[in-house]
């Protein structure tokens, strides 16, 4: 490749990825999650960003940050906790790709400034750019086969990623390999240093390349005579040898220069050497441009966040700041799916038939909405998108029990996020169950329930998850004792005023003995329950109550859902 | 069977009621690492007195002073029923261990003596048991000697009404009166639940109020009686507050079941078995149950984990109840114990269940079924031999009693739950460390 096209190649790719950059992260100051990151303007969260930085700078919490930067950004701790196969993956690729990054792209720059005398072709470097890229192929091999064997779907720009981080590292091998075997390359180079025109004169050194060095000469037959050799090693100590040790070091390469050794020949009169370098150039300035529209892009993102977490909780930033880590979050996030494994609300995702449920899902949607995707996709349904609903359906059924933000390998404040979707889902006419279901008494939501034609023929989900509600086993020994409602602290509570609960729990519990749970379904005492579980602790009879009352959550969101658009029945 | 066990234990005690309680106590109380499984909350069934002996014999209603002098005549008259096999020294440490772990977890008793005591019941009946929490003490020495005495009720409390208890024992008891006031905060409230009234006298503003409330109605009483709302967690407190607030003696009246009273004595005992150290798997059910003879450990499977899971244990206590608890159940076919399918003692035919008349006073033979044990109180399996060498049962479902007709139904839990882990004890230690 003549220089003036790397040049340009290489300042055009470098340029793209620069803007690119740019433009992803203004992302992190123009994309609004959330009813409190309404008001800010992109200037002023650019501001409080800044703000933040500087006071986490000139405070005692920068003592942290070397220890995050560390543990958690060089050495992926967290991810650590997750899975030791995943963290493997990840840290041979992060270790491969940086040192080949600085030891072979950058040589001009790094390994000819460190080290005097680096040839790319001497021990140990030879070695170590087989060993770094193999540790990058090994790290690949490991998370896809762990994406696998978790079930994990591959998502497309996770596999652009992966094909050109692929074509990199095996064109370089296979050029390295080529270059070892190819007697052009032997020729130019010895037409450079030993200056011998004749082919006579090179027999020594041909003969010793050939036995050393694995060149595949298809002219050379036979056995080598050894004084031959002698000669052949004399003269290489002359002229070769300051700039070439033996490529067996290059464990990867050399084996597939043998192997190629038949074909070397047709190789040459191809011009492998040119075309093999073409490809690897340009898939590194492939990646090199296309870096921030990658999955690569999260090794810009997931430091920051990890840091930006070192340095404190959400709830200490200002809002503007608070909106912009979480609009960071979109970019850190991988879907790596560690997060859904853990999911409390996982059977229920399961159960509903809707992954909307789970944190990786609910983090695309959350960032569709603040997008302004969500209203215009999906079956329209009372106006809203039927995308939005099971959006809503999943951002309202969490429990905030907090384990994806506890586990999250990039240390994503999820519970913030969701907590800010849910509000721009309210804003977006899209309230919690809990808000529309209140807003008409249970006995009303029977009567629709009753009118509908849809309410009778819908079956209820089945499968593996059998309905605690449905199964009499578990409510008819129900003895109306009252245990349920004397320990209740949202009776207690409740009691005397004016939004009294409607039902106490063991009248819940008979009117399923009786067969009417449609006139639980909307009722204030499912959900006002605090889900403390002292009815289900101190029932005399065993009765799983609470986790009844969990259910038949579930189950109005969904069948109350199909009834909340239609006009009161007459 | 090689159960993989991840927990191992000197005794599991299957069951939750007075029976699995009071052995899960006495096991710890002996250093023995212990283990429980099962829903305590059919104690709440329970009121907090407890009975020893009352009855002997069924079928002459005889009703006894002195509780120990009732078991004489049992061990005399009936010598295979479980409380006739367990010795009066035994009986009294089981008792004072019972109370004293029970005072410490917030519910004290009034000294046992050797007497029964007569108790008034919310209908106005008259309860006889030995064990008298000393928040209700009081009544009995009011229903004793009958002094002017006042009794309160709420509106709203609908279980519980002071008009119909003057009115059953009034004729005999001139100076009793009764008034009804309104619950300080609950006015607006229809229907009250006795738990919420029991936890709002805990704060000092609502019990200043309800004492300023009853103080105009003392007139000439010496004594006060309510229904058992005095406070949950922190009853003893709060009766004491009322007893200066109105300077007269103060008792509590229990409640139907399920009551506060039974309530804190659920709380006391979870309470009394967990600080001694032991694992309580109170959600949890035994699915199956099985011995190693090699290894001498029992291996219980629980179910309440997905997918279950296997504890082992080198002793275990069957405190499941008869059929109420589900230890026995009963069916067409006739009586069968749930878990281990261990042969039950009962009538040969359902026709023989039950007398002709239902309310006949020496009990349906139905009533009396159960398990035989040996003299350890080890259950027999088919051939007569005990079952595994360190199997107990405990409790109600162990057979020829009756304990509800001759009341004897804490003291039958109490007793024999003692008995039994002090054979497990000797057991453990014969057999060495394990």
Known sequence: MSPALFQTLLHASLALCVLGLLWRASAWFRLRIGPDARAATPWRRVLAVCHGVGAALFSRRVLRLPGALVLDVLLLRRLFASGKLRWLGHLLILAGFTLLLMMHALAPLVSARLFPGYQPTLVPYLFLRNLFGVMVLVGVALLLFGRWRAGLPSRPMGAVFVALLGLVLVSGFLLEAHKIASPRAFYRMAQQFVGAAGSAELKPLRAFWASEFGVAFNDLKGAIAPDLLARGRKLHGDACAACHTQPAAAFVSYPVARMLAPATGFLDAGGADTWLLYLHLCACFLGLASLPFTRLFHAVAAPISVLIDAAGPSSAMSAAGRASRRALALDACVRCGICDLDCSVAPLARYLGNPGLLPSYKLMSTGALAGGHQQRSGRKRDGLGGEALRAAEGAFLCTDCGRCTDRCPVALDLEDLWAAGRGDLAAAGLPAPAQWIKARPAFAWAEYLEASPGAHTSSEPGGAYALLSADSRLFSRCVQCQTCTNVCPVVAHSMGSAHGIDLTPQKVMNLLRLGLRDLTLGSRMVWDCATCYQCQENCPEGLRVADIMLELRALAVQRLGTVRGLKEPS | ?434
Not at chain 2, 283 to 288: A, L, S
Not at chain 2, 331 to 344: F, M, N, T
Request: hydrophobic letters at 45%.
């Open chain 2, 1 to 434: 069977m090689t159960g993989a066990s991840a927990e191992r234990y000197d005794v599991a005690v299957i069951g939750a009621g007075m029976a699995g309680m009071a052995a899960a106590l006495f096991a710890a109380e002996r250093g023995l690492s212990c283990i429980q499984i099962g829903n305590g909350g059919g104690i709440l069934y329970a009121s907090g007195l407890l009975d020893l002996l009352g009855v002997q014999p069924m079928a002459e209603r005889r009703m006894w002073d002195s509780p120990y002098e009732a078991l004489t005549a049992l061990a005399r008259q009936e010598p295979m029923h479980p409380l006739a096999r367990v010795d009066a020294r035994s009986i009294r440490s089981a008792f004072d261990t019972f109370i004293t772990a029970l005072g410490a977890a917030g519910i004290a008793y009034a000294p046992l003596g050797d007497r029964n005591r007569n108790v008034l019941t919310s209908i106005g009946t008259i309860k006889t048991t030995f064990g008298v929490p000393r928040a209700m003490v009081a009544g009995v020495y009011a229903l004793e000697a009958r002094p002017p005495c006042l009794l309160v009720d709420f509106r709203g409390l609908r279980e519980f009404s002071a008009r119909q208890i003057a009115a059953t024992l009034g004729r005999g008891w001139p100076g009793l009166r009764h008034q009804r006031i309104e619950f300080p905060g609950y006015e607006a409230v229809p229907e009250l639940y006795a738990a919420h009234l029991a936890r709002a006298l805990e704060t000092r503003e609502t019990r200043a109020r309800t004492i300023a409330l009853v103080k105009p109605l003392l007139g000439d009483a010496r004594a006060v009686g309510f229904p058992a709302v005095l406070g949950l967690a922190r009853a003893s407190e709060v009766h004491a507050a009322f007893e200066t607030g109105l300077g007269v003696p103060v008792f509590e009246i229990p409640t139907m079941p399920t009551s506060v009273p039974g309530l804190r004595f659920l709380w006391a005992l979870e309470e009394a078995v967990s600080a001694r150290g032991v694992r309580r798997r109170h959600q949890g059910k035994v699915r199956g149950l099985a011995f190693d003879g090699e290894a001498g450990t029992a291996v219980l499977t629980l179910d309440d984990v997905p997918g279950g899971e296997c504890v082992s244990a080198r002793a275990v206590v069957l405190a499941t109840g008869r059929f109420t608890g589900r230890g026995l159940i009963a069916d067409r076919g006739g009586v069968r114990e749930r878990i281990l399918g261990l042969p039950v003692y009962q009538p040969a035919s359902r026709e023989d269940w039950h007398q002709r008349d239902f309310l006949d006073p020496s009990g349906h033979p139905i009533n009396r079924a159960g398990l035989r044990t040996d003299d350890a109180w080890r259950p027999l399996d088919a051939s007569g031999k005990a079952a595994w060498p360190r199997l107990f049962a405990v409790g109600s479902i162990l057979a020829h009693q009756d304990w509800m007709r001759s009341k004897c139904g804490s003291g039958l839990a109490i007793a024999t739950a003692w008995a039994a882990i002090a054979q497990a004890d000797r057991q453990l230690r014969g057999t060495g460390a394990g």
